[in-house]
């Protein structure tokens, strides 16, 4: 019995999908990827189970995922029930003692435990860990320099336990690689005296994927990918560009330390980064094996 012409069309589709990705299976095959995972995506449960199997696909198909997630809602929201009070600077959460413990707490456990078991339920076999484990990330104490508006004197802020990455030793990361294991990290890191820092996800995902020689860091996030003055998607640039952009105010906001980590990043070995839409079904899938993608790609001049 033949098909229906319906179905039939579906399947001619799906059909011309594969056949459309496979110049992008050899391409990639046993490259590097680092994924940073959060935002709105992270909190439905349908994008998150989509977004596991997809990390599965990649795994199966000869890339190898490496997954960073962020987690500032979830640290919030838990500050709130304990009646701990944080406050932000320039975007970021400072953190005292009480509050780091806290952050590890989400962070490491909680999250990244739920990440691990959504893609080993979707067929793959995760493995969470920390910045801190196998000395992953090094971490120094970030400071932000603020000027008075009335005097116009500079002073340091102290961010408490707030860190940058100093060193990324990718020797755990690569161990996995080579095997069938997904690693899914957590952006905290250790400091010269053991300490915990807790350190952006965006910035963990960048310096990770500049040790690891990517061919492609995705940072998926909550907006199309970077836009331009009318709404537009820009679907590729270069340092140059991106540089433009942000001096005429195109790029702006919370957009530009997004842009300043994949330029960092890029600048370090990873081939290109992309900016993407994480709440896009299968934003990952569409931006690797297809021919236009779905974000923004920054490349080298």
């Keep these: 019995m033949s098909k229906p012409a319906a179905q039939l069309n579906a399947d001619l589709a799906k059909a011309a999908t594969l056949s459309e990705a496979l110049p992008y299976l050899r391409r990639y095959a046993g490259a590097n990827f680092v994924v940073k995972y959060g935002g709105h995506a992270m909190g439905e449960e349908a994008l998150a189970e989509q977004f596991a ?30 009646s701990i009070k944080s406050e932000f600077v320039d975007g970021l959460r400072v953190t005292d003692a009480a509050t780091v413990e806290i952050v590890e707490m989400v962070l490491a456990g909680s999250i990244n435990k739920q990440l691990v078991t959504a893609i080993n339920r979707a067929g793959g076999r995760a493995v969470g860990i920390s910045g801190k484990d196998a000395n992953l990330v090094r971490a120094r104490k ?3 320099t603020v000027r008075d508006p009335d005097s116009q004197i500079e002073k340091v802020l102290d961010l408490g336990f707030v860190g940058e990455p100093e060193h990324v030793d990718p020797t755990v990361l690569d161990l996995f690689v080579r095997s069938d294991l997904i690693p899914v990290v957590a952006p905290t890191g250790v400091g010269p005296a053991g300490e915990t820092y807790n350190i952006n996800a965006d910035t963990t995902a960048g310096a990770i994927a500049a040790a690891m020689r990517a061919a492609r860091f995705l940072l998926l996030t909550d907006v199309a990918g970077v836009l331009d003055k009318s709404g537009g998607l820009i679907p590729s640039m270069t340092r140059g560009r991106a540089e433009a952009l942000i001096a005429d105010g195109t790029i702006k906001g919370g957009m530009i330390p997004k842009i300043q980590t994949c330029l960092d990043a890029v600048a370090n070995g990873v081939e290109a980064a992309v900016i993407l839409d994480g709440r896009v079904p299968h934003a990952v899938l569409l931006e690797i094996f297809t021919e236009h993608g779905v974000g923004t790609l920054i490349r080298r001049d």
């Design 53 to 82: 199997r997809d990390i599965v696909l990649l795994k199966q198909v000869g890339i190898h995922p490496v997954v960073v997630h962020g987690g500032g809602p979830q640290i919030g929201r838990m500050l709130e029930r304990l």
């Design 142 to 144: 970030l400071t932000r």
